[in-house]
């Protein structure tokens, strides 16, 4: 009777499994890869496979938190690339992983008293830059819809790439999607408006804001349009008026 | 027309009357084991995390507040299903009290339906407590951020404002959750209605119990096994046939965690709620039917 039901069973099962892989793609192999096995030691790997995924990686979180705390690096790289594996759907993990990379240990590098040579403190400091970066990369790649992780990729290239192009690009990305910040759009300008060869764009796109009225009219919107107006040599007459300056 | 046979005329093959008097039955006595103190260790969990969790940033709080209070809740009415359903028939063979109860005209199956029901209603409202003092706290929680939110944030571009009160409220409550509990409870009347069907051929409810811890992990397991049984990845034939019966005798377990995606911001579409609820609904009728089907053979 049990081997019956078990026949009348399986195709619902099946498709009910199919349409959770199609909504998550990725997670059930992510789940049952060796990897992960390797990663988070045959106990967890049970945990995670018993319906404990979401608390196992809180429980990691939490161990990566204090690592933190205590300045291990290494353990919070470890302990991150755990819990992105367990939960590759929820953006606050991949955002937290990384900060931690790009901003607390990169700085730790760079401050690092052990290692005399400059050039190797900038090497590692580097090293912490790229991991952030791949950590928000994979983010977007398991959470395309999310706008929170394109804004933290775009703060990236600003701030420790110094790459407005692609700073611009990812604001642009993250304001496109739904529930982003209406601030998104206006640093995507902000961004093209520093990168050479690309004023008359990111003049455009100043001045289309600009237009919008009052509420965009904020102190460094006026001052990138006046920089710009200066760079390309506007008429006077087609200039923004000197009051907003 | 004699008394008694006027009597047997007016006995019903079918009762809901007397499902309900065993089912009223069966939560009293629940009741009267303390079953319900799971709330209160659920309470004590939460209390604790939340002062625990002072030293995180609201999104994480409230990320981890969501996954530990709704994976306690699984877990702990998964097990309330399993121990409250094992000891019922096995307790009442030892009471006797099921002899006075079949020694009446009671089918056995509504004597099982009523039983089974209880555990339901049980787990109806130890959920319900459960879900009532999750939100309640996660709601406290995020009236309090918002407050401190806009506190902090005196004199704000109302743009700045709006996008800090709407990060509170994405990473706060939302509806969603229900669906979430919901199904949470779908898979714990499926382990009572499993337990159910166990405890008819058990001879003790610690070996109801260890049978359905097992079940337990190895319906989380059995998406694996049923997958690697029809893409044909099993080494030998031997494995292949333990594959196809994992596949066939357990229950998919694994289908019934979407809470991780609910706490994720990942909304559940109508449509996969619904096939999830029939697939536990058609599971309980199954093992019900089953647990019907042993009971009936068993010599009482």
């Given at each position: 009777m049990l081997l019956a039901f078990g026949v009348m069973?399986?195709?619902?099962?099946?498709?009910?499994?199919?349409?959770?892989?199609?909504?998550?793609?990725?997670?059930?192999?992510?789940?049952?890869?060796?990897?992960?096995?390797?990663?988070?030691?045959?106990?967890?790997?049970?945990?995670?496979?018993?319906?404990?995924?979401?608390?196992?990686?809180?429980?990691l979180f939490i161990k990566a938190h204090v690592a933190w705390e205590r300045t291990e690096w290494g353990r919070v790289l470890f302990l991150f690339r755990q819990v992105t594996t367990l939960q590759p759907h929820v953006p606050l993990f991949w955002d937290m992983a990384a900060w931690h990379m790009a901003w607390n240990a990169s700085a730790a590098a760079m401050n690092d008293q052990s290692q005399p040579r400059l050039a190797l403190r900038v090497k590692a400091q580097r090293e912490y830059f790229a991991l952030g970066k791949d950590f928000l990369e994979r983010g977007i790649e398991n959470n395309p819809d999310k706008p929170q992780l394109y804004e933290a990729l775009a703060r990236l290239y600003r701030e420790k790439f110094n790459d407005h192009v692609r700073a611009s690009e990812f604001f642009g990305k993250a304001a496109a999607l739904p529930g982003a910040p209406s601030y998104d759009k206006r640093f995507s300008a902000y961004e093209l408006s520093y990168c050479e060869g690309r004023e008359p764009e990111a003049y455009e796109r100043l001045r289309a804001l600009y237009d919008e009225g009052e509420k965009e009219r904020l102190p460094t919107l006026i001052r990138r349009l006046k920089f710009l107006e200066g760079k390309l040599n506007f008429p006077p007459e087609q200039r923004i008026p000197d009051k907003e300056r | 027309m004699s008394d008694a046979a006027a009597s047997a005329v007016r006995h019903r093959a079918f009762s809901p009357a007397r499902i309900f008097a065993i089912t009223t039955n069966t939560l009293t006595e629940l009741t009267r084991q303390k079953v319900f103190n799971v709330i209160l260790i659920f309470g004590l969990l939460l209390i604790g995390s939340s002062l625990f969790m002072a030293r995180f940033s609201f999104q994480q709080e409230f990320q981890i507040l969501k996954d530990v209070s709704l994976g306690v809740m699984s877990i702990l009415s998964s097990l309330l299903a399993i121990v409250a359903t094992a000891r019922l028939i096995p307790q009442d063979i030892e009471d006797?009290?099921?002899?006075?109860?079949?020694?009446?005209?009671?089918?056995?199956?509504?004597?099982?339906?009523?039983?089974?029901?209880?555990?339901?209603?049980?787990?109806?409202?130890?959920?319900?407590?459960?879900?009532?003092?999750?939100?309640?706290?996660?709601?406290?929680?995020?009236?309090?951020?918002?407050?401190?939110?806009?506190?902090?944030?005196?004199?704000?571009?109302?743009?700045?404002?709006?996008?800090?009160?709407?990060?509170?409220?994405?990473?706060?409550?939302?509806?969603?959750?229900?669906?979430?509990?919901?199904?949470?409870?779908?898979?714990?009347?499926?382990?009572?209605?499993?337990?159910?069907?166990v405890s008819t051929f058990a001879t003790t409810n610690i070996f109801a119990i260890i049978v359905m811890v097992s079940v337990y992990f190895i319906g989380h397991l059995q998406a694996t096994a049923r997958e690697y049984w029809l893409e044909q990845q099993s080494a030998g034939w031997i494995a292949h046939v333990f594959l196809a019966i994992v596949a066939l005798i357990f229950p998919d377990l694994q289908a019934f965690n979407l809470v991780d995606e609910v706490v994720a911001g990942v909304a559940i579409p109508l449509a996969l709620f619904a096939k999830t609820a029939l697939l536990g609904l058609f599971y309980i009728a199954i093992y019900t039917l089953a647990a019907t089907f042993v009971f009936y053979g068993k010599e009482l």
């Open positions: 069973k399986l195709p619902a099962e099946r498709a009910l499994s199919l349409q959770h892989r199609s909504r998550s793609p990725g997670q059930f192999a992510d789940i049952v890869n060796l990897d992960l096995h390797e990663k988070i030691g045959q106990l967890g790997f049970v945990a995670a496979l018993s319906g404990f995924r979401a608390m196992l990686a809180d429980f | 006797r009290t099921i002899y006075t109860i079949l020694a009446k005209p009671v089918p056995r199956f509504e004597y099982l339906l009523g039983k089974l029901f209880g555990v339901l209603l049980l787990l109806a409202i130890s959920i319900a407590l459960m879900s009532a003092l999750f939100v309640a706290v996660l709601y406290l929680r995020e009236q309090a951020v918002l407050n401190e939110t806009l506190r902090q944030v005196s004199r704000p571009p109302g743009e700045q404002l709006d996008a800090a009160l709407n990060a509170v409220r994405v990473a706060g409550l939302k509806i969603d959750i229900l669906a979430g509990i919901a199904v949470i409870f779908f898979k714990a009347c499926l382990l009572a209605a499993l337990t159910l069907f």
